[in-house]
């Protein structure tokens, strides 16, 4: 042990003055990297969870997008779909002239995309497409009655007309609210 010591005594104090500058520079050093890193690993962080925001955001607006189209191209799929027929109840066509145009018209747009998007992305829209849907089946209700009475030979649309005018007129207000709460939620995001 004195060896020890007398070893240490023999080195000149210039030698403790750069081994102890070495050590407080190298501790300062790592001390710096430490929190340089920590630094830039909570930029990093917080850049990433903003990137995540913004593509969120970005999805989230396609897809409203996509809905408002869909929901608009099936809502006109619909109206176009009814009209021949309200031409048969007021007699101007013939009921296979009706179902010609509606052929022709191509009614294939279904609400499928509409729903999927709403459950993935906007429940809260649900209830407002339950509302146009619902009348949706009153209106086909009121068509299948007429359609039966046609069948029957009795063309008179005079008692279905007004029935049937009233809930087109009421589906319609119903696609305007159902699309009025899209465009509210579009403000809102």
Known sequence: ME????????????????FFTALLTSTLTLIGVRYTNK???ERL??????????????????RLEELYVESKRYMNAVVTYFLPYRQVMEGELTFNQALDLSIDNGYTHNPER????MDMYFPELRDSFSDVEEVLEKTNKILHGYKLQYKQGDI??????PLFQNSLEKLSDTADAFEKHVREIAKNT
């Open 39 to 41: 630094s830039n690993n």
């Open 3 to 18: 060896q020890i010591v007398e070893l240490l005594k023999s080195i000149p104090s210039s030698a403790w003055v750069a």
């Open 156 to 161: 008179s649309g005079e008692k279905w007309l």
């Open 114 to 117: 509409v729903h999927l998007i």
């Open 45 to 62: 962080s917080i850049q990433l969870e903003h990137e995540r925001k913004l593509k969120r955001e970005e999805l989230v607006r396609d």
